[in-house]
């Protein structure tokens, strides 16, 4: 923490120059009441005499003008703001592979949840579009802060509503990149921060070349974090017929190195929320100093309204 005027946290020689002398006066009174030997008559006249109830006041208002000169001397902290702007696309693999039952339900219901909570724990600032991708890519849901038409764009997530299958990885970037860059009026000029998260279980079947869409991506400055979800012992069934169908995160994982975003891989519904917390307390986010006086000025006061409520509760009379 960095002050903005630290010469004013001298004052808190003051509080502790108070509380020195309230500690005095405590000391003396306690002679005094040594002095009162009449032990039956004081217990009539002060049957009921405060303990700890007595000093909380007192300790409290104490608190309340150390909290205030903290706050006096404009404290500041690095804290952690949404940026501008910030837009996130989650684009999904709708392939077949994606039927799989090694992660329950299955793969892709699995996904659609943690998609939904992902999406759910960014702040309502944030825009967020989605992308489904199999053998094409398609935009179901364009980048904005409309959070009910995106989860309604997760619910129709389903194998073959991009229309032809496979698993096209370069086509999922490009056309997130595209509605990236269609966000506003201002994106040709002054692109947004954003990002890209993607997730697959397979390699690159079709469409552009994954490597030269990352190149793209690279070039506006987009990171692109991958998540490989699945295990190598998933398969689909076909007519009666398993279908063997593991995870292959390689190109993934190129991807995501070569953009700077995160590779990451997930084998349970567990372990893919986890991937998606993590990936959300990182993106869209920048680290600013902020004043943070208001902290200990808030506290403070409500320390002055406690010292002012158990005065009047206990003793009929403020502090």
């Given at each position: 923490m960095i002050w903005q005027s630290p010469v004013r946290l001298w004052l808190l020689l003051g509080v502790l120059a108070l509380a020195a002398a309230y500690l005095v006066a405590q000391r003396r009174r306690s002679r005094y009441a040594v002095r009162f030997t009449n032990l039956r008559l004081l217990d009539r006249v002060a049957p009921q005499r405060p303990t700890w109830r007595r000093h909380l006041p007192a300790g409290l208002f104490?608190?309340?003008?150390?909290?205030?000169?903290?706050?006096f001397a404009r404290p500041t902290a690095e804290v952690r703001v949404p940026r501008e702007r910030a837009t996130v696309m989650?684009?999904?693999d709708v392939?077949?592979?994606m039927l799989a039952t090694d992660v329950e339900p299955d793969r892709l219901s699995a996904a659609k949840k943690a998609a939904r909570r992902f999406v759910d724990g960014l702040p309502g600032e944030f825009n967020v579009g989605l992308v489904a991708f199999a053998g094409s890519a398609a935009v179901l849901v364009p980048p904005s802060t409309d959070r009910e038409a995106l989860h309604d764009?997760?619910?129709r997530l389903a194998e073959g509503v991009t229309g032809v299958q496979g698993t096209a990885i370069g086509e999922a970037i490009s056309t997130s990149l595209g509605a990236v860059q269609a966000l506003d009026e201002k994106a040709a000029t002054q692109p947004p921060p954003a990002r890209i998260i993607l997730l697959s279980d397979g390699a690159n079947t079709s469409g552009m070349d994954p490597m030269e869409a990352a190149a793209a991506a690279v070039a506006v400055e987009v990171p692109v974090h991958t998540i490989s979800f699945g295990t190598p012992s998933g398969f689909v069934d076909r007519g009666g017929?398993?279908?063997q169908v593991p995870v292959d995160g390689e190109t993934l994982q190129a991807v995501a190195e070569e953009t700077g975003g995160g590779f990451h891989q997930a084998g349970t519904s567990d372990e893919l929320?986890?991937?998606?917390e993590d990936i959300g307390s990182s993106v869209g986010w920048r680290t600013m100093r902020q004043d943070v006086s208001a902290r200990f000025i808030g506290l403070g006061l409500v320390f002055a309204m406690?010292?002012?409520?158990?005065?009047?509760r206990w003793f009929?009379?403020?502090p």
């Open positions: 104490l608190a309340m003008l150390a909290l205030l000169v903290v706050g989650v684009a999904v392939s077949t592979s764009g997760i619910e017929r398993p279908i929320r986890a991937v998606y406690g010292a002012a409520f158990g005065s009047m009929s009379r403020l």
